[in-house]
């Protein structure tokens, strides 16, 4: 073989093992970057990352304010905005006794879900029960009385809290699920279906941390 010959090979061959390295090292970052997924997922188990995914609430409805709401879906509307909020005001409180990323993350996704529901009430010139929006208060005495009950059992311990979260989500899921039932009305059932969406995924979120905890 030529020396001219032997020179190329040699290039040839060490940039082989160049390219080899390069894969392996970058299948070396993708396995790193898995296992620290794996443990952000863990860290998202503590509450991290849950319940920031997709928005929870379809931003562009438009009422059909040409056709009136009847009382029962005016006071669907009102019941679901002080609901909505009933969640934000639990899981905000919760979220500074356990500092479980977890209830803050899915406080503010509630948050998402009162502006969604003023929205309505707006369009249709529902006066807002929410009034000055002060924690823990609420004009319905049925949310009153279970806010009060919620925050009594979720201040007992972290498990007992998460299952606070459970129980509203669930309670907010059957909620929606009876207005979707009730009217045959397209806006109201685009945001009552975002709204369970997002209860869903809250619901998920809570279980998960409980089966962890």
């Known amino acids: ?33 898995a296992g ?26 438009t009422p059909d304010t040409s ?3 009847t009382a ?15 969640a934000r ?21 509630e948050s998402t879900h009162m502006a ?9 010139s529902i006066p807002d ?6 924690a823990g208060r609420f004009e319905d005495d049925s949310l009153a009385a279970l806010y009060a009950e919620l925050m009594d059992q979720g201040g007992v311990s972290l498990e007992d809290a998460l299952r606070v979260g459970i129980a509203i989500e669930e309670k907010d899921i059957a909620d929606l699920e009876a207005r979707i039932a009730a009217t045959d009305r397209e806006d109201l059932k685009t945001v009552y279906e975002s709204l369970l969406r997002g209860s869903e995924r809250h ?11």
């Not at 029962?72 to 009933?86: C, H, P, Q, S, V």
């Not at 619901?203 to 905890?213: C, G, K, P």
Request: no cysteine; hydrophobic share 45%.
């Open 67 to 69: 056709t009136p709401l």
């Open 203 to 213: 619901l998920q979120a809570f279980t998960r941390q409980l089966d962890r905890h």
């Open 116 to 124: 969604a529901v003023k929205d309505l009430l707006d369009a249709f």
């Open 72 to 86: 029962a879906e005016a006071d669907g509307l009102t019941f679901m905005r002080e609901e909505e909020k009933l």
């Open 129 to 134: 029960p929410v009034g000055e929006d002060a």
């Open 36 to 61: 620290q997924g794996a443990g952000q997922g863990a860290g998202a188990g503590q509450g991290q990352g849950e319940a920031l995914g997709t928005p929870d609430v379809e931003q562009h409805v």
């Open 1 to 33: 073989m030529s020396r001219k010959l032997a020179i190329v090979v040699t290039v040839i061959v060490l940039a082989a093992v160049i390219v080899a390295a390069a894969v392996a090292v970058g299948t070396s970052d993708v396995a790193s970057g």
């Open 89 to 109: 005001d639990v899981y905000t409180a919760l979220g500074a006794q356990y500092e479980l990323p977890v209830f803050s993350n899915i406080a503010r996704s």
